[in-house]
């Protein structure tokens, strides 16, 4: 696997930071994610726009223009014999030879890219579907930035593991947010609803991809608060996320969601994805 890191390609392992980069120290960076199908980059776009958000709102100075940033993922896709892979790029704001919460003006970014194999979920658990718990969101009030700092994540998915679940959807003030690594939506009906995008969540790709796809199965697609009751009550919970699509919750704190299996609106909406994923390809 080849990284390219500071404007250098490097064999993964071989690739060095120093231990006085703001990333290491302070989580002082963010990160993009993005699925590649066929070879093609997948919405990048979107994918983009998300990454200068968290640039902008961190006051990390992109150190890319538009097109850099393409080549770049283009030639992670070229360097790499994988036909589905998932891009992982991260800026941070640098090395700063003082430790100092305050950043210093002059510092350089550090970027990292490499890409994986992107490897379909496994038939038998889309099959059974997964179970979640609920969980305080523990996590800060700037949840739309793609931030590197994810300990909080990491603590909430601890915690779904020690609880015998697969993840854990996090609860704020009575309401959804999302899930640790994913967001939230449910079947309502005939509605695919999602809470509105604000501080407290993520603005995922999938999550609008997933919204503009839902008319074209028959769903209204709603954005609106979601209370910890209406989710209890929901005939479907899906978590959706770029390497997850969209996963089927069968069980909500050992209460069955629905009949206890994935739900033909998943299961409608699984395969319209797929149709959608050509199609999104070859913009
Ligand atoms: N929310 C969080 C906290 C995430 O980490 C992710 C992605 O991993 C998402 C939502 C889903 O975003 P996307 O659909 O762009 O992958």
Redesign the pocket.
């Known amino acids: 696997q080849t990284a390219w890191l500071n404007g250098e390609w490097q064999p993964l392992e071989a690739a060095r930071v120093s231990p006085l980069d703001r990333g290491f120290l302070f989580g002082d960076g963010v990160y993009e994610?993005i699925p590649v199908y066929e070879r093609r980059v997948f919405a990048f776009k979107p994918?983009l726009q998300?990454l200068k958000h968290s640039l902008e709102a961190t006051g990390i100075p992109n150190p890319h223009t538009d097109e850099e940033w393409e080549a770049l993922c283009n030639s992670l896709v070229e360097r790499h014999p994988w036909t589905d892979q998932y891009l992982y790029i991260q800026v941070t704001r640098g090395v700063q030879p003082k430790r100092d919460h305050l950043p210093q003006n002059c510092l350089v970014p550090t970027v990292f890219a490499y890409t994986s194999e992107l490897k379909p979920m496994d038939e038998a658990v889309l099959q059974r579907g997964v179970r979640c718990i609920t969980t305080q969101d523990i996590r800060w009030q700037r949840?739309d930035i793609?931030a590197i700092t994810l300990l909080a994540?990491v603590m909430m998915k601890l915690e779904a593991q020690r609880a015998g679940a697969d993840d854990a959807i996090l609860i704020r003030n009575g309401m959804v947010s999302?899930?640790?690594?994913?967001?939230v939506m449910i079947v309502e009906g005939q509605s695919l609803v999602t809470p509105p995008l604000d501080h407290h969540?993520?603005?995922?790709?999938?999550?609008q991809i997933l919204l503009n796809c839902a008319p074209a199965i028959g769903l209204l697609p709603v954005e609106e608060p979601i209370s910890i009751q209406r989710l209890y009550q929901a005939d479907e919970i899906w978590l959706?996320?770029?390497?997850k699509e969209a996963l089927p919750v069968v069980e909500l704190d050992e209460r069955s969601v629905g009949d206890g299996t994935p739900g033909p609106v998943w299961q409608a909406m699984r395969s319209h994805y797929q149709q959608e994923k050509q199609r999104l390809v070859q913009q």
């Not at 999302?178 to 967001?183: C, R, V, W």
């Not at 959706?240 to 390497?243: A, E, K, L, V």
Request: with cysteine; hydrophobic share 20%.
């Open positions: 994610v994918h998300r949840c793609k994540n999302e899930g640790t690594a994913s967001n969540l993520l603005g995922g790709i999938t999550r959706t996320s770029s390497t």
